[in-house]
């Protein structure tokens, strides 16, 4: 059980495109979404939390307008990063958390790169 | 927010030998869980520790939460090629949950 489905695993984009990334619970319900960003050997960074019905929470530095978070189902998140550029060239990774539980489980993340 | 530090960063030692990653931070964890990640893919759980002082034993892994819920640890005895990888530590902190910066291990033949 808790399973985290992501798709695409890896899309390439031009320049001032926008790309959608979808975040599927698929045995559980995910009342709480978290979308993160890796950088080559670095660690996580958290982007934003959202909830189920509710507007993200985005975190510090993390421009709202330019990462686009939707969480309209108890079972779909989706991230869209808008005006792509270069520069959001990274490992996108998503994580789900059923109601208070201790644990969040992960996809399989999207290597997006906008050319 | 890099609210977790973890050490040492790179770590290579020969199969056989222990080692141990330490994950620390100044503030207090509602819970802590310790990530294993490959390249390419997202982080698999390990294990998750919630009470002050409390071991959890995985194999040959041993996870140890502290007193105060502000830092861990994860033991490897008898380190194997097959445990090298990307050892991340995460806290939960207010309902989210920051990593640390990551210990990566080669574990040679």
């Known amino acids: 059980g808790a399973v985290v489905s992501q798709h695409p695993s890896r899309v390439i984009c031009k320049s001032g495109t926008s790309v959608k990334i979808e975040c599927r619970s698929l045995?559980?319900?995910?009342?709480?979404m978290f979308w993160y960003r890796q950088f080559p050997k670095q660690s996580l960074m958290l982007m934003a939390t959202s909830n189920e019905g509710s507007k993200a929470t985005y975190e510090q530095g993390v421009e709202k307008d330019k990462f686009l978070i939707n969480h309209a189902s108890l079972t779909l998140s989706t991230l869209t990063v808008t005006s792509a550029h270069p520069e959001d060239s990274s490992f996108y990774i998503c994580?789900?958390?059923?109601?208070?539980?201790?644990?969040?489980?992960f996809g399989q993340g999207t290597r997006l790169t906008v050319v | 927010t890099q609210l977790l530090e973890q050490s040492p960063q790179f770590l290579s030692i020969q199969e056989g030998e222990n080692l141990t990653v330490y994950c620390n931070s100044s503030?207090?964890?509602?819970?802590l869980q310790w990530y294993r990640q490959e390249p390419g893919e997202g982080p698999v759980l390990l294990v998750t520790v919630v009470t002050g002082g409390e071991v959890k034993k995985l194999k040959r892994l041993t996870f140890q939460f502290g007193d105060a819920r502000k830092d861990s640890s994860l033991h490897i005895t008898a380190a194997q090629p097959g445990d090298t990888g990307l050892y991340l530590c995460?806290?939960?902190?207010?309902?989210?949950?920051?990593f640390g910066s990551g210990t990566k291990l080669n574990v040679k033949p």
């Open positions: 045995d559980f319900q995910a009342t709480t």
């Open positions: 995460a806290g939960e902190y207010f309902n989210k949950f920051y």
């Open positions: 994580s789900a958390r059923e109601g208070t539980l201790t644990e969040a489980f």
């Open positions: 503030s207090v964890f509602s819970s």
